[in-house]
Each structure stands twice: as structure tokens, then as C-alpha cells.
């Protein structure tokens, strides 16, 4: 047996855990040696009782790692352990990080630098337009919208993300062979398709339970470097995460919603204990201060020096220098439309690169 079919086989396993599967692995080394270690052996660790050992030592009644690695090759789906480069850095320190992913999509190391966006299933108008307009900007300044897929706010935060031609990671509670909800299988499609990817914990064919969503919010509070609740009443999960995220250290954004609202009382009570108050995204974007990839240049620097722009971005980004300048003389060095300068200079300012200044006047960062 490989060392990723005895992974894959003890994540199958039912009543174990994350954090038992942890402490078996510092006693015996490695999943080969759990798999083969007798029934008394496992007993002695910590946790394990005669009926969790005995579902280990019997491990081909509960599992066939063969079938399920080949499952997910042909889906086009990835297996990524804790010890490859794809396994996101900020769930390796985590109390109960994930044992492996299931990964549909392509991870990319700049995802590190995420923002989660979570609320209620059932938004109202005012939560689903705040979640766009707050994801499209986070997108567009260059960090990750991670998420759960789910209807409501997430679902409108991950077509932001993808609207502004951003990265989203959909986080879900069910296996990727059981995705739900269903009727976002399209957009589960539109994200692994070149916008990011859907990730799951659980083996292919999971169902979604009251267990799995739990588990699944402490992956979006442990990854993001910081959460923002847009929409959720008294009793929503999206309370459950921002409690994680708190655990974790991670700042905590919270949008205000009308005061005689159920559905805006839960972020609401959020903000009254502490979360900070947000209206539009530079209230997160100075706090967490720029990205790695989105530095200060100096007017001196090559274009080459500034990653992936679009043409577009490119030519106005050329033609700014470091001292202010107004819009008409962005426009003629460019040789771009009036409307395609001013929409991109905005763009550009999100992403951190273009400082504005009054009079609609800019200058490089």
C-alpha cells in the first residue's frame, strides 16, 4: 500500500477525526504503520477506544482506497496531502488540520492570502448586492474570496470574485461527488474551470450533514486571513466561523444591516462585540495592508516589475509616474478611451498599485 492510499484510507475511516488521526500518526509515524498496528497497540493512544481500534485493524470492511483514488482521476480531481506544495500554509498549524484535500481546480500559492465572505443562506436583496460589491473589490485588489458554496451570500460572493476576474475557493461540506447544493454545480464548474477551485475534506461520496458544515467552516476561519460576515441572523453558522476565525487569531469584518431585521441581527450583535464595522472593502483592505505581489514601485522601475497586468492595466500603469497627474494626461499618454482610463485607474487603485488624490488626480504607489 502507498503512503497516499493509507492517507486516503484512514480519511475514510468513519468515527476517527482529524485529531485523533493526528495523534495516531505522532505515535506510529506514518498511516502504513496505523493501518498495520494491532488492536491493543491502537487502544493505548489517547482517544482511541476498542471500538475505533477495531474499525482501524479492519480497515478493507470500511474502505477501498484503490477505487476512490481512481474515482477522483477520472473526475479530474487532486489529492493533496500536507506534505505537497498545493496544501494551503495556513491550515498545516491548525489544532485539527485536514488530513488531505480533494481538490477540483488548481490551488495557487497566492491563495494564502485570502478573505473569507460568509452569511446567511437566505439573503435579502441588501445582504446579496453588499456581498458583491464587497467581494468584486477584495477580488479585483488581488486577494482570494474563499467561501462554502452555499445558497445566499456565499453564493454571491464567489460570482463576484469570478466577475472581477479574481480567485475564489469554494470550501464545501460534502464530498465533491455529493455536491451541494446541487443547483450550484454550474458555478462549482465556472470555478475550477480557471477561477479557482472547490475543495473538500471528505471522501468522494459524502453527504452533507449537520457534522460536515461545522467541519467545513473551520477550514474557511483557519485559511482566511481574515473573515468578513455580510448578512446572518441570531442563529446563523456564519456565527460558528467568525467564533473560529476568533480562535484563530484572524480579524473579524462584519456588515451593519437595518436594526429592526432579523436577518441582519446576527452580524449586527457581531459588530457589538467587537468585529469592525465595514461599508466598503478599504475598510479590510488597509487593515490587512498590501499584498506581496501588489509592491510599491518606483517611477524608475520596469513594467515587467509589476505581475500579470492586462494590457489595458499595462498601458495606464506605464504612463503614471510617481508624482501626481491629472486624468486628462493619463488618457494622452496612453492613447486609451477617456471611459477605459477612468474605469482602469480605479482597478488599479484596488489592487493597491495607484494612489488617488483630489481632484481625480493620480500617481503610482
Known amino acids: 500500500m502507498s503512503p497516499l492510499e493509507a492517507l486516503v484510507t484512514l480519511n475514510m475511516l468513519p468515527t476517527i477525526g482529524p485529531v485523533r488521526t493526528r495523534r495516531l500518526l505522532d505515535i506510529f509515524g506514518s498511516p502504513e504503520a ?106 479585483q485588489s488581488g486577494f482570494t474570496i474563499i467561501s462554502g458554496l452555499a445558497r445566499g451570500i456565499d453564493t454571491a460572493a464567489h460570482e463576484a470574485a469570478i466577475a472581477a476576474q479574481g480567485r475564489t475557493i469554494a470550501v464545501i461540506g460534502s464530498g465533491l461527488g455529493k455536491l451541494y447544493p446541487p443547483e450550484n454545480f454550474g458555478l462549482a464548474e465556472k470555478i475550477a474551470s480557471g477561477n479557482g477551485a472547490v475543495v473538500s475534506e471528505f471522501p468522494l461520496s459524502t453527504a452533507p450533514d449537520k457534522q460536515t458544515f461545522p467541519m467545513r467552516n473551520r477550514i474557511v476561519a483557519a485559511w482566511s486571513r481574515a473573515l468578513l460576515v455580510v448578512e446572518c441572523p441570531a442563529w446563523s453558522g456564519a456565527l460558528i466561523t467568525a467564533n473560529l476565525a476568533s480562535e484563530y487569531g484572524k480579524p473579524v469584518f462584519a456588515v451593519p444591516g437595518p436594526i429592526d431585521k432579523p436577518t441582519s441581527a446576527g452580524s449586527n450583535q457581531l459588530i457589538r462585540d467587537g468585529a469592525t464595522l465595514v461599508s466598503d472593502a478599504s475598510h479590510i483592505l488597509d487593515d490587512l495592508g498590501e499584498l506581496p505581489f501588489a509592491r510599491k514601485p518606483s517611477a524608475a522601475e520596469p513594467l515587467a516589475d509589476i505581475p500579470e497586468l492586462p494590457e489595458e492595466e499595462a498601458a495606464v500603469f506605464a504612463a503614471l509616474s510617481s508624482d501626481e497627474m491629472s486624468v486628462d494626461q493619463v488618457i494622452e499618454l496612453s492613447r486609451l478611451p477617456a471611459h477605459v482610463v477612468t474605469a482602469t485607474l480605479m482597478k488599479l487603485e484596488m489592487r493597491r498599485l495607484v494612489r488617488a488624490f483630489p481632484g481625480f488626480r493620480f500617481a503610482r504607489r
Request: charged fraction near 25%; charge should be negative.
Open 34 to 139: 496505523v493501518l498495520a498496528a494491532p488492536t491493543n497497540k491502537l487502544m493505548s493512544v489517547d482517544g482511541i477506544g476498542e471500538e475505533t481500534a477495531g474499525i482501524i485493524h479492519g480497515w478493507q470492511d470500511h474502505a477501498d482506497p484503490t477505487a476512490e483514488i481512481r474515482d477522483a482521476t477520472e473526475r479530474g480531481i487532486n489529492l493533496v496531502t500536507r506534505d505537497d506544495e498545493d496544501y494551503p500554509a495556513p491550515l498545516r498549524d491548525t489544532y485539527d488540520p485536514p488530513l488531505l484535500l480533494y481538490v477540483w481546480g488548481k490551488l495557487e500559492p497566492r491563495d494564502r492570502h485570502a478573505i473569507g465572505v460568509v452569511g446567511s443562506r437566505r439573503a435579502t436583496h441588501y445582504g446579496t448586492q453588499s456581498a458583491k460589491k464587497l467581494s468584486y473589490q477584495i477580488a
